[in-house]
Protein backbone atom coordinates (compact mmCIF):
# COMPACT_ATOMS: atom_id res chain seq x y z
CA UNK A 1 0.00 0.00 0.00
CA UNK A 2 1.72 3.32 -1.03
CA UNK A 3 1.57 6.03 1.61
CA UNK A 4 -0.07 9.33 0.32
CA UNK A 5 2.75 12.19 0.44
CA UNK A 6 0.20 14.77 1.16
CA UNK A 7 -0.97 13.05 4.25
CA UNK A 8 0.68 14.08 7.25
CA UNK A 9 2.63 11.76 9.73
CA UNK A 10 1.26 11.05 13.16
CA UNK A 11 3.41 9.82 16.29
CA UNK A 12 1.50 7.86 18.61
CA UNK A 13 2.36 8.48 22.37
CA UNK A 14 1.49 6.43 25.53
CA UNK A 15 0.02 8.75 27.81
CA UNK A 16 0.88 8.23 31.14
CA UNK A 17 -0.83 8.39 34.57
CA UNK A 18 -0.47 10.68 37.33
CA UNK A 19 1.06 8.01 39.08
CA UNK A 20 4.12 7.99 37.46
CA UNK A 21 4.60 11.84 37.48
CA UNK A 22 4.05 11.69 41.20
CA UNK A 23 6.56 8.41 41.59
CA UNK A 24 9.09 10.86 39.94
CA UNK A 25 8.31 14.04 42.00
CA UNK A 26 8.58 11.47 44.72
CA UNK A 27 12.17 10.41 43.82
CA UNK A 28 13.25 13.44 43.32
CA UNK A 29 12.18 14.68 46.82
CA UNK A 30 13.76 11.88 48.34
CA UNK A 31 17.20 12.48 46.41
CA UNK A 32 16.83 15.60 47.65
CA UNK A 33 16.44 15.25 51.42
CA UNK A 34 18.50 12.75 51.00
CA UNK A 35 21.60 15.35 49.82
CA UNK A 36 20.06 17.52 52.20
CA UNK A 37 20.80 15.09 54.90
CA UNK A 38 24.18 14.05 53.77
CA UNK A 39 25.51 17.88 53.54
CA UNK A 40 24.09 17.95 57.21
CA UNK A 41 25.86 14.77 58.47
CA UNK A 42 29.10 16.23 56.75
CA UNK A 43 29.19 19.60 57.60
CA UNK A 44 28.55 18.34 61.33
CA UNK A 45 31.27 15.82 60.93
CA UNK A 46 33.63 18.30 59.92
CA UNK A 47 32.78 20.83 62.79
CA UNK A 48 33.41 17.71 64.72
CA UNK A 49 36.44 16.94 63.64
CA UNK A 50 37.07 20.97 64.08
CA UNK A 51 36.47 20.70 68.06
CA UNK A 52 38.17 17.29 68.59
CA UNK A 53 41.30 18.68 66.79
CA UNK A 54 41.01 22.43 68.80
CA UNK A 55 39.90 20.31 71.97
CA UNK A 56 43.44 18.36 71.29
CA UNK A 57 45.11 21.51 70.48
CA UNK A 58 44.22 23.31 73.70
CA UNK A 59 45.51 20.20 76.13
CA UNK A 60 49.01 19.94 74.18
CA UNK A 61 49.02 23.58 75.14
CA UNK A 62 48.13 23.40 78.51
CA UNK A 63 50.82 20.45 78.62
CA UNK A 64 53.64 22.82 76.92
CA UNK A 65 52.51 25.36 79.03
CA UNK A 66 52.89 23.41 82.86
CA UNK A 67 56.16 21.82 81.27
CA UNK A 68 57.65 25.50 80.94
CA UNK A 69 56.36 26.72 83.82
CA UNK A 70 57.83 23.44 85.54
CA UNK A 71 61.57 23.83 83.70
CA UNK A 72 61.82 27.83 84.79
CA UNK A 73 60.59 26.70 88.33
CA UNK A 74 63.74 24.30 88.57
CA UNK A 75 66.44 26.83 86.41
CA UNK A 76 64.98 28.90 89.18
CA UNK A 77 65.63 26.33 91.95
CA UNK A 78 69.45 25.63 90.95
CA UNK A 79 69.76 29.13 90.25
CA UNK A 80 69.13 30.33 94.03
CA UNK A 81 71.03 26.70 94.96
CA UNK A 82 74.20 27.66 92.69
CA UNK A 83 74.34 31.11 94.41
CA UNK A 84 73.67 29.31 97.68
CA UNK A 85 76.50 26.92 97.07
CA UNK A 86 78.83 30.06 95.63
CA UNK A 87 78.05 32.18 98.68
CA UNK A 88 79.05 28.89 101.46
CA UNK A 89 82.18 28.38 99.39
CA UNK A 90 83.40 31.96 99.36
CA UNK A 91 82.51 31.80 103.62
CA UNK A 92 84.13 28.57 103.60
CA UNK A 93 87.10 29.73 101.58
CA UNK A 94 87.81 33.21 103.71
CA UNK A 95 87.53 31.34 107.33
CA UNK A 96 90.34 28.85 105.61
CA UNK A 97 91.98 32.00 104.83
CA UNK A 98 91.84 33.41 107.95
CA UNK A 99 92.08 30.49 109.99
CA UNK A 100 95.67 30.30 107.90
CA UNK A 101 96.56 33.96 108.75
CA UNK A 102 96.21 33.95 112.29
CA UNK A 103 98.16 30.54 112.64
CA UNK A 104 101.17 32.40 111.20
CA UNK A 105 100.22 35.20 113.21
CA UNK A 106 100.42 33.17 116.29
CA UNK A 107 103.59 31.42 115.70
CA UNK A 108 105.26 34.58 114.99
CA UNK A 109 103.87 35.97 118.06
CA UNK A 110 105.70 33.01 119.64
CA UNK A 111 108.58 33.62 118.54
CA UNK A 112 109.03 37.14 120.45
CA UNK A 113 110.09 35.64 123.70
CA UNK A 114 111.49 31.91 122.16
CA UNK A 115 114.42 31.96 124.03
CA UNK A 116 115.74 29.62 121.11
CA UNK A 117 115.37 31.43 118.13
CA UNK A 118 117.99 32.19 115.86
CA UNK A 119 117.44 35.34 114.94
CA UNK A 120 116.75 37.98 117.27
CA UNK A 121 115.83 41.52 116.74
CA UNK A 122 112.86 43.25 113.68
CA UNK A 123 111.82 40.17 111.54
CA UNK A 124 108.79 40.63 109.06
CA UNK A 125 106.06 37.83 110.52
CA UNK A 126 103.53 37.56 107.99
CA UNK A 127 101.63 39.64 105.14
CA UNK A 128 98.49 38.54 103.90
CA UNK A 129 96.58 40.06 101.47
CA UNK A 130 92.72 39.58 99.87
CA UNK A 131 90.58 41.30 97.27
CA UNK A 132 88.83 44.18 98.76
CA UNK A 133 85.20 44.98 98.21
CA UNK A 134 84.81 46.71 94.65
CA UNK A 135 88.17 47.26 93.50
CA UNK A 136 91.55 46.30 94.84
CA UNK A 137 93.23 44.43 97.46
CA UNK A 138 93.53 44.65 101.46
CA UNK A 139 96.82 43.54 103.27
CA UNK A 140 97.20 42.90 107.36
CA UNK A 141 101.44 43.09 107.89
CA UNK A 142 102.71 42.35 110.97
CA UNK A 143 106.30 43.47 112.26
CA UNK A 144 107.97 41.37 115.55
CA UNK A 145 111.06 42.17 117.19
CA UNK A 146 112.03 38.24 118.64
CA UNK A 147 114.17 37.18 121.20
CA UNK A 148 115.76 40.06 123.14
CA UNK A 149 113.40 43.41 123.34
CA UNK A 150 115.89 45.65 125.13
CA UNK A 151 114.76 48.87 123.13
CA UNK A 152 111.74 50.47 120.85
CA UNK A 153 112.49 50.18 117.31
CA UNK A 154 111.52 52.71 114.92
CA UNK A 155 111.48 53.00 111.34
CA UNK A 156 109.72 53.10 107.82
CA UNK A 157 108.33 50.01 105.34
CA UNK A 158 108.96 50.19 101.83
CA UNK A 159 105.89 47.99 99.93
CA UNK A 160 106.67 47.20 96.54
CA UNK A 161 104.84 44.36 93.83
CA UNK A 162 107.18 43.20 90.91
CA UNK A 163 106.30 41.30 88.17
CA UNK A 164 105.57 42.03 84.28
CA UNK A 165 103.64 44.16 81.94
CA UNK A 166 104.12 43.94 78.08
CA UNK A 167 106.06 41.19 78.20
CA UNK A 168 108.62 43.22 80.46
CA UNK A 169 109.81 43.30 84.17
CA UNK A 170 108.41 46.01 86.15
CA UNK A 171 107.85 46.76 89.72
CA UNK A 172 105.39 49.47 91.00
CA UNK A 173 106.22 51.25 94.06
CA UNK A 174 103.14 51.77 96.84
CA UNK A 175 102.01 55.05 96.10
CA UNK A 176 102.06 54.08 92.05
CA UNK A 177 99.46 51.60 93.35
CA UNK A 178 97.66 53.96 95.27
CA UNK A 179 98.33 51.96 98.87
CA UNK A 180 97.69 52.83 102.31
CA UNK A 181 98.80 51.80 105.42
CA UNK A 182 97.08 52.40 108.67
CA UNK A 183 100.65 53.66 110.65
CA UNK A 184 101.62 55.49 107.36
CA UNK A 185 104.09 53.30 106.75
CA UNK A 186 106.74 53.79 109.68
CA UNK A 187 106.81 52.08 112.77
CA UNK A 188 107.70 52.42 116.41
CA UNK A 189 107.15 49.20 119.00
CA UNK A 190 108.63 46.88 121.24
CA UNK A 191 107.06 43.62 120.32
CA UNK A 192 104.68 43.92 117.55
CA UNK A 193 103.32 46.16 114.98
CA UNK A 194 100.34 45.55 113.00
CA UNK A 195 99.82 47.57 109.75
CA UNK A 196 96.26 47.25 107.60
CA UNK A 197 95.72 48.93 104.46
CA UNK A 198 94.41 48.68 101.06
CA UNK A 199 96.18 48.87 97.25
CA UNK A 200 95.37 48.60 93.46
CA UNK A 201 97.03 46.71 90.49
CA UNK A 202 97.39 48.66 86.90
CA UNK A 203 95.72 46.90 84.26
CA UNK A 204 97.76 44.65 82.49
CA UNK A 205 99.91 44.05 85.04
CA UNK A 206 101.13 40.49 86.36
CA UNK A 207 102.46 40.46 89.39
CA UNK A 208 104.64 37.79 90.88
CA UNK A 209 105.53 38.52 94.10
CA UNK A 210 105.11 41.43 96.78
CA UNK A 211 108.32 42.98 98.19
CA UNK A 212 108.47 44.30 101.89
CA UNK A 213 111.58 45.92 103.28
CA UNK A 214 111.62 47.32 107.22
CA UNK A 215 114.13 49.58 107.96
CA UNK A 216 115.18 50.76 111.40
CA UNK A 217 116.54 54.22 111.63
CA UNK A 218 118.93 55.61 114.42
CA UNK A 219 122.16 54.00 115.97
CA UNK A 220 122.76 50.44 114.28
CA UNK A 221 120.27 51.24 111.69
CA UNK A 222 119.47 47.82 109.83
CA UNK A 223 116.97 46.60 107.31
CA UNK A 224 115.10 43.01 106.27
CA UNK A 225 113.91 42.73 102.74
CA UNK A 226 110.86 39.91 102.68
CA UNK A 227 109.46 38.40 99.15
CA UNK A 228 105.97 36.94 99.20
CA UNK A 229 105.04 34.73 96.17
CA UNK A 230 101.81 36.25 94.49
CA UNK A 231 99.09 32.97 93.55
CA UNK A 232 96.24 34.15 92.15
CA UNK A 233 94.91 31.09 91.61
CA UNK A 234 95.20 30.27 94.85
CA UNK A 235 91.59 30.65 96.69
CA UNK A 236 92.68 31.21 99.93
CA UNK A 237 95.81 33.68 99.14
CA UNK A 238 98.14 31.08 101.03
CA UNK A 239 101.90 32.39 100.13
CA UNK A 240 104.83 30.91 100.07
CA UNK A 241 107.77 33.00 101.61
CA UNK A 242 110.77 33.68 100.57
CA UNK A 243 113.05 35.24 102.84
CA UNK A 244 116.04 37.19 102.44
CA UNK A 245 117.93 40.23 104.58
CA UNK A 246 120.27 42.97 103.38
Known amino acids: MTKDPNQ ?3 IIRKRRTSRWYWSWASLILVLLLASMALGYWLNKRQHGMTATAKQQFET ?6 EAQAGQTHWQQQYQIEHEITQQLKTELDNLHRQNKNLEKEREALQRI ?3 DAVESGLQIASFVWEPALGEGYRY ?3 LIQAKRQSSDLKGTITISIVGE ?3 ERKSYTFEQL ?4 SNNSTFDFTYVSTHMGTFKLPQGFEPSFV ?3 AATSGRGAKS ?3 DFTWKPTNLSNEVEEANAKE
Open 8 to 10: PDY
Open 60 to 65: LQEQLD
Open 113 to 115: FDP
Open 140 to 142: RLM
Open 165 to 167: EAG
Open 178 to 181: QGSD
Open 211 to 213: RVV
Open 224 to 226: VLQ
